[in-house]
C-alpha cells in the first residue's frame, strides 16, 4: 500500500511524530520519496486513514496513492498525464459516490522545490473537466489560487470535495510521478476549537497549541489506554487535555496556583465538550522539584511538558538576561530531573520544550548545554534516525538531536527534546529508503512522454 502524508509547517517536527506513530501501530514502512511539505510511503499493511488522521498533529493530508509514473526527464505532469485521465478512471478511482453536482480539486506537490510549475493544476484540472462535460456530466473545478498548486486543507473542507468528488493529488519528482487521491485531510477546525474556545485561557505566560501538545505526546513512547502522562508546568492544561483526548489519564501540577484553577476550568469545559470520562485528570498545586510527594499512587508513564520558558520578553532579550535566564533555568531543571528519577521507570522518557531565542531570521540561541538532564542519567533520544537524517539534508534536528517550533510573531521558539531515562536505544526506524523506488505497482507506465520539450520554471 503506498500513501503520502503532507507535512505541517514544521515539517521535521511532523515527520518525526509520524515514524514514532507508525512505530507505535506496528506500520512498517519504505519511504519512496521525501521532500519537506509530503513523503510518499509504502506501508506493509493498509492504514486507517482516519484513525491515524486524528491521532497525527503534525500530517495536514493523508493521500491514497493509486498510480506511479517513471519520468524521462524534467517533463511536466500535464505531459505525463496526458491520456491517464478518462471518464471511467475519474469516476471509478477518484470520485466518492454523490449524486448532485460533482466538485473536484488538483493539487500538485513537487518533489523538487527547485522546480516550479506555472499553472499546472490548472491544466489538468481543465481536461478532466471537459472529459466530464463531453459525458453530460455537471462538475465544478476548485483551483488553488495562483501561484500555488495546491489546494489548502480549509479549501478541500470549504468545497466538500471529499464527500462530492475528490481531490486529485500530484506528487511530481525528477523521476517519478504519484497520483493519489486524498482521503482525510486534518480538522483545524476542532484544533481551533480546542486552542480558543477554552474558557481560562493565559496569552501571558504562553499555551502550548493543541497540535504541538499532540506531537509531543506521540513522540513520548508506547502508552496503554488510562496509563498516567504528567505536566508538572502544566499552566492552563493544554498537554492534559490532549492526554485525556488520546485516552490517557493526565495528572497535572504548576507551582502558580491561577493555573491550575486555569487548568481545572479548562480540563471540566473540555472533558463536557469532548466526551471524556470522568476521573480522567488530576491536578496539584506543586513545584515541579517537589512533585513527587503528591504521586504516591500514580505510576507516571512519561513526562510531556512544556516547563517554564523564563520571563516574558516584549523583544529579543540581551545575552547578558538570556545567559542569567537559562542559567536559572538549568538550575531549576536540574532539581527536577532528580524528581523525575523518583517515580519514572528506566526506559520512560521526558518529552519536554525549553526556550531558543531568536537571535536572527534562522538562528536561535539555545540553551548552553543539557547537563541538568544527562547528569542525571537522561539520554537525548533522536527523534529521526541518523539514516533517515542523513539522506534528507532538509530535516532540521539541530546538532543536539531537537527540533525547534517556532512561529513567525514569537520571540521565543520552542526547542523540543525527547529525553529518555537511561541510556539510549538504537531505535533505528524499520524504515529501508527506496528514494523513487525502483520497482512500480503501477500498472500505467507511459512509455512515450518527450522529455525534450519539457522545460520548468524555476522562478
Ligand atoms: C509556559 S507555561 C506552560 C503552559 C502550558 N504548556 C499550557 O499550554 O498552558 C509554564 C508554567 O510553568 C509554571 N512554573 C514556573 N515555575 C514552576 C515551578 N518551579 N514548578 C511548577 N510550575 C512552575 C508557570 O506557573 C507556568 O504556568
Redesign the pocket.
Given at each position: 500500500m503506498q500513501y503520502a502524508f503532507i507535512l505541517g509547517r514544521v515539517y521535521t517536527l511532523s515527520l518525526a511524530e509520524l515514524i514514532a506513530v507508525f512505530k507505535i501501530m506496528g506500520v512498517e514502512f519504505k519511504i519512496l520519496a521525501c521532500a519537506p511539505e509530503v513523503i510518499v510511503l509504502e506501508t506493509n499493511k493498509a492504514l486507517d486513514v482516519k484513525i491515524l488522521q486524528a491521532r497525527l498533529g503534525g500530517v495536514i493530508k493523508i493521500i491514497k496513492i493509486l498510480d506511479i509514473f517513471q519520468k524521462k526527464g524534467k517533463e511536466y505532469p500535464s505531459q505525463v498525464l496526458e491520456t491517464y485521465f478518462n471518464f471511467k478512471r475519474i469516476n471509478k478511482d477518484f470520485f466518492t459516490e454523490y449524486s448532485g453536482k460533482k466538485q473536484f480539486g488538483v493539487s500538485i506537490y513537487n518533489l523538487d522545490p527547485t522546480v516550479r510549475f506555472k499553472e499546472e493544476a490548472q491544466r489538468i484540472a481543465f481536461f478532466i473537466k471537459k472529459i466530464l462535460q463531453d459525458e453530460s456530466q455537471s462538475v465544478r473545478a476548485v483551483i488553488a489560487q495562483f501561484p500555488s498548486q495546491a489546494l489548502s486543507s480549509v479549501l478541500v473542507n470549504e468545497n466538500h470535495l471529499l464527500t462530492k468528488g475528490a481531490e486529485i493529488v500530484i506528487i511530481s519528482g525528477n523521476q517519478k510521478l504519484f497520483v493519489g487521491k486524498t482521503m482525510t485531510v486534518q480538522n483545524y477546525e476542532d484544533y481551533g476549537r480546542r486552542d480558543y474556545q477554552r474558557p481560562a485561557r493565559?496569552e501571558r505566560?504562553?499555551?502550548?497549541p493543541p497540535k504541538v501538545a499532540q506531537i509531543m505526546i506521540n513522540l513520548a513512547g508506547n502508552f496503554k489506554p488510562l496509563d498516567y502522562i504528567l505536566d508538572?508546568?502544566?499552566?492552563?492544561?493544554?498537554?492534559l487535555q490532549e492526554a485525556t483526548l488520546m485516552g490517557y489519564r493526565a495528572v497535572g501540577?504548576?507551582?502558580?496556583k491561577k493555573?491550575v484553577e486555569n487548568s481545572e476550568i479548562n480540563l471540566e469545559w473540555f472533558r463536557n465538550r469532548y466526551h471524556v470520562a470522568p476521573g480522567r485528570y488530576k491536578l496539584f498545586h506543586?513545584?515541579?522539584?517537589e512533585i513527587s510527594l503528591q504521586l504516591p499512587n500514580y505510576k507516571i508513564s512519561a513526562v510531556v511538558t512544556?516547563?517554564?520558558?523564563g520571563p516574558i520578553y516584549g523583544k529579543v532579550p540581551k545575552k547578558p538576561e538570556m545567559v542569567a535566564n537559562f542559567k536559572g533555568l538549568s538550575k531549576?531543571y536540574d532539581q527536577v530531573f532528580k524528581e523525575f528519577a523518583k517515580f519514572l521507570s528506566p526506559g520512560s522518557r521526558v518529552v519536554m520544550c525549553l526556550p531558543a531565542y531568536k537571535v536572527g531570521h534562522v538562528d536561535y540561541a539555545y540553551m548552553p548545554d543539557l547537563d541538568f538532564a544527562t547528569q542525571n542519567g537522561y539520554t537525548v533520544q533522536a527523534p529521526i534516525s541518523s539514516e533517515i537524517k542523513t539522506k534528507y539534508k532538509f530535516l532540521k534536528v539541530t546538532e543536539r538531536n531537537s527540533i525547534v517550533y517556532d512561529r513567525k510573531d514569537q520571540i521565543v521558539a520552542r526547542e523540543i527534546i525527547i529525553f529518555q531515562n537511561g541510556p539510549s536505544v538504537d531505535e533505528s526506524e524499520p524504515a529501508s529508503l527506496v528514494e523513487e523506488a525502483q520497482n512500480t505497482n503501477s500498472e500505467t507506465a507511459l512509455a512515450d512522454v518527450s522529455s525534450s520539450k519539457a522545460e520548468s520554471d524555476n522562478t
Open positions: 493565559d505566560t504562553g499555551m502550548v508538572p508546568f502544566c499552566g492552563s492544561g493544554t498537554i501540577s504548576d507551582l502558580d493555573a506543586s513545584h515541579a522539584a512544556e516547563g517554564t520558558l531549576l
